[in-house]
């Protein structure tokens, strides 16, 4: 089993930055690749980054640029998400994934709200 706790959501104005963070805890040993995925709202949940355990890192075409994944390996795992250049349209939840031995594991979310 593993859980993930999000934070570093909130309400920025355009062409701000927010950091987000996810938490790992459990059987971390067994998790393999994250990432970070949003669902704005009449949405599709969509695919934003994702990270390997090797580091390598893939992007969406429309945060290419702009945000960059990290992931800290010391005892446990912490995902980051550095935003920048908000625009509005990066306005939703934003989830983080991992994919483990046991299986796929979800976050809760946490509300990114950019403003025009």
């Known amino acids: 089993q593993v859980e993930l706790v999000e934070s570093g959501g909130g309400l920025v104005q355009a062409g701000g930055s927010l950091r987000l963070s996810c938490a790992a805890s459990?059987?971390?040993?067994?998790?393999?690749?994250m990432g970070w995925y949003r669902q704005a709202p009449g949405k599709q949940r969509e695919l934003v980054a994702t990270?390997?355990?090797?580091?390598?890192?893939?992007y969406a075409d429309a945060v290419k640029g702009r945000f960059t994944i990290s992931r800290r390996n010391a005892g446990i795992i912490t995902l980051y998400l550095q935003m920048n250049s908000l625009k509005p349209e990066d306005t939703a939840v934003y989830y983080c994934?991992?994919?483990?031995?046991?299986?796929?594991?979800w976050g809760q979310g946490t509300q990114v709200t950019v403003s025009s």
């Open positions: 994934k991992t994919s483990a031995i046991m299986g796929v594991y």
């Open positions: 459990g059987s971390i040993f067994s998790i393999n690749a």
């Open positions: 990270i390997t355990s090797g580091g390598q890192t893939n």
